[in-house]
């Protein structure tokens, strides 16, 4: 049918293109008897006046430029006719092109198992939109091989219905497949190819939603300040963005339409970034903001801690040390205080037992004199 619709093209080209051509000539014959008629006009007319040569000359010029405007329209013509007849060329090209853009919405993801010595394997396949997914395994390099063995495959660790086959070998390996369509975030999951042997061997094809980056440290702000908080997509970009804050088990999505003064959401030129600003912070904005990059298939989160502070926190350590100074301050002038006390009385005392001896040798001395006296 193709060939034949290609031939009948074919022919109603070639058939435009000879009209085409024969319109020309008849065109050019027309126009080289009027050239030739024009010409003798001109000479005559040349004779009868007395002109030279250079009318002849603009006569012929004239003539020219008549004969290339005719075949520039003749031209036109037959390219018009083959833009025409070439558009349904075009059509079958743009269905050539939907079938690509179909083919591109599947996945095909393979593993190699070589024997039993390798460890446990995981690949990963993010999902953004409903995707047709070819997951193959490979077993090689057993040291007992059998004709055949039995495969199948689990999702979350439960085996799937109708999944088990039986392998034959080809080429020294098992080769075990499945596919299906994702349509919906219930069909994320881990699956699980598995070689039913002893022991046991599997492989992990993990289909999940992109991973959405947050914070992992807490952002600290004071009360009263403002806080920016960023998440993005590395690779995928979501169909929106969606911000909340986690209370517990809820989350309280953030409407910064509803709230300007306080929130201010913003997405970047290339649609795998946002931020959210929040001004006038108070001890209530303490906790988690989590951040949805929500896409056709489901959505991934990020999570930004905040933590906000009261302007006596970073005060307190200065008034702690502040208080020691003065408790210290405080006993040590308390114990010179009682130290200065205790000198002065034993000063005191002392000067009390040299007066009292001082005494005692002034009256021993004048019984001294009385008994000389006497």
């Not at 349509?183 to 094809?205: H, M, R």
């Not at 992992?216 to 960023?230: F, H, R, S, T, W």
């Amino acid at each position: 049918m193709v060939r034949h619709v290609n031939n009948l093209y074919k022919a109603s080209s070639y058939s435009c293109v000879a009209s085409a051509r024969l319109l020309c000539r008849e065109t050019s014959r027309e126009f080289n008897s009027k050239r030739q008629a024009f010409i003798r006009q001109g000479d005559s007319f040349t004779a009868a006046s007395g002109t030279n040569t250079a009318d002849k000359m603009l006569s012929t010029w004239i003539s020219v430029l008549i004969g290339i405007v005719l075949f520039v329209s003749c031209g036109s013509q037959v390219i018009s006719d083959k833009t025409t007849i070439a558009s349904p060329i075009q059509t079958d090209q743009r269905e050539i092109n939907i079938t690509e853009i179909a083919v591109d919405s599947s996945i095909v993801k393979n593993i190699v198992i070589k024997g039993h010595t390798d460890p446990w394997i995981k690949a990963n396949i993010d999902v953004t939109q409903p995707t047709n997914l070819y997951f193959s395994c490979k077993l090689t390099g057993l040291l007992y091989e059998s004709s055949s063995i039995t495969g199948f495959w689990r999702k979350e660790g439960k085996e799937i219905p109708q999944s088990r086959v039986v392998i034959q070998k080809k080429e020294s390996q098992y080769h075990l497949q499945i596919k299906f369509q994702v349509t919906d975030n219930s069909q994320l999951g881990n699956y699980t190819c598995v070689f039913d042997i002893k022991p046991e061997v599997a492989a992990n094809f993990v289909v999940e939603v992109p991973d959405t980056e947050g914070r992992e440290k807490p952002l600290v702000c004071y009360e009263g300040d403002a806080v920016v908080m960023i998440c993005k997509s590395h690779e995928f970009v979501p169909n929106t963005w969606i911000w909340h804050k986690v209370n517990g088990t809820e989350k309280a999505i953030i409407n910064a339409t509803a709230n300007p003064d306080r929130y201010k959401m913003n997405i970047y030129k290339d649609g795998n970034k946002t931020s959210l600003k929040v001004t006038g912070l108070t001890g209530k904005d303490s906790g988690l903001f989590g951040c949805s990059a929500v896409y056709e298939i489901g959505s991934s989160e990020g999570h930004v801690k905040v933590k906000v502070l009261s302007y006596m926190v970073p005060l307190k350590p200065f008034l702690a040390i502040a208080t020691e100074v003065i408790i210290l301050v405080s006993l040590i002038l308390v114990y010179e205080r009682h130290t200065k006390k205790k000198k002065n009385l034993a000063d005191n005392g002392t000067e009390h037992m040299e007066k009292l001896k001082t005494e005692e040798s002034n009256g021993v001395g004048d019984s001294t004199t009385r008994h000389r006296n006497v």
